[in-house]
């Protein structure tokens, strides 16, 4: 197996092949992997499409060929917008989460009917998915990213996780921005090296503010929006020592500002 598509609507990805081991990342429905090497047990070592690597369950993805797999992700054109969406002709597995990519293929009535890379058809809601990008009118600015990343607030937080049934702090970032159309490596550590840096003093909405091995999303008058394991899950906090819900670790730990969206 040189290449498969995910078949559920989220995908662990697993640092050894062992469901022990620490899960890495998560990969949504749809979306395309590469292998390499041979199958150890159940599990298959993957290469997501940005080069992060993990091990997955080879019994949760469907095999595809060569052209398929690089031709595929090129049709892409729309990417679920809201928590979860219902696939509405009842097919496995069911729903999909916030931020999966499909390639749909036409309008119909309330509907939008998506095509597989298996060539097989799903159908969803079209007010729960949006033009990847955003559509022509819409401007991206910091705080259209701050409205979206607002979708999660109350999700718990989750190491590796990137759904609104859990989200860590870079993950959250990630797809969040991705809704926009601005690809972010998944890890803090190489995140801290996308865009352009700005003084702290000088911050705006969507600024990415990274402290010792986290990453929030700046809101403006020193607030931000984080999925934090401190505090559970995707929080709003405090920088200004005066607030209640002022975080005088994450203040103290401040490391650095980029800005992403320009």
């Known amino acids: 197996m040189n290449y498969a598509y995910v078949t559920i609507n989220v995908l662990d990805m697993w640092a050894e092949p062992s469901f022990d081991s620490e899960r890495v990342n998560q990969v949504l429905f749809g979306e395309i992997l590469k292998f390499q090497g041979d199958a150890t047990g159940t599990f298959l070592s993957a290469i997501e499409a940005d080069g992060y690597q993990g091990w997955v369950d080879k019994r949760l993805v469907k095999e595809i060929d060569d052209n398929t797999a690089i031709g595929y992700p090129k049709r892409s054109t729309c990417r679920v917008n809201t ?19 499909l390639v749909c293929i036409r309008d119909e009535a309330d509907n939008k ?29 910091g705080l259209n990213v701050v409205g979206e990343a607002r979708k999660f607030l109350g999700v718990p937080y989750l190491w590796g996780g990137i759904t609104s049934a859990g989200v860590d702090c870079s993950g ?25 840096p700005v ?12 402290f010792d091995r986290h990453v929030a999303i700046d809101m403006g008058d020193n607030m931000i929006i984080h999925a934090s394991r401190a505090e559970g899950g995707v929080r709003i906090s405090s920088l200004a020592e005066k607030d209640e819900n002022y975080r005088r670790d994450l203040d103290n730990k401040f490391a650095a500002a980029r800005r992403v969206i320009c």
């Open 113 to 141: 009917l998506c095509q597989l890379p298996d060539g097989n058809e799903i159908k969803l809601k079209a007010n729960q998915v949006t033009r990847l990008g955003g559509t022509k009118d819409e401007r991206v600015d």
């Open 172 to 196: 959250l970032v990630q797809i969040v921005f991705a809704r926009f159309g601005t690809r972010l490596p998944r890890d803090t550590k190489d995140q801290v090296n996308c865009g352009h």
């Open 83 to 101: 928590a979860t969406a219902e696939i509405a002709d009842g097919a496995a597995p069911f729903f999909l989460y916030y931020g999966t990519k």
């Open 199 to 210: 003084d702290r003093t000088e911050t705006e909405p969507g600024d990415l503010l990274f």
